[in-house]
């Protein structure tokens, strides 16, 4: 798909034969997919630091350094956290 595609109601399945087939496609799935990705992994990364039940100190901020598998990301957060500590 091209980026910045304009899409119109007349490029839409107009004829009941048209309409039937596209019922058998999964939007729905590939549209879920699609916000997962974009909702669900995102780089950001935060910790609190808490004593006596009340939060000293937070932060929350977008990770600096691109991580390659979850385990590395949670690496990452802990030594961020770590510097803070």
Do not use: H
């Not at 879920?32 to 939060?55: E, H, K, Q």
């Amino acid at each position: 798909m091209q980026e910045k595609l304009k899409l119109s109601k007349s490029q839409s399945a107009s004829t009941p034969a048209e309409m039937k087939r596209m019922q058998n496609v999964p939007y729905a799935l590939a549209v879920g997919s699609i916000m997962y990705a974009v909702r669900c992994t995102r780089p950001d990364t935060g910790y609190v630091f808490v004593l006596n039940g009340g939060a000293v100190n937070w932060k929350s901020a977008i990770q600096s350094i691109f991580a390659t598998s979850s385990a590395e990301a949670e690496y990452i957060a802990a030594f961020d956290a770590s510097k803070e500590a």
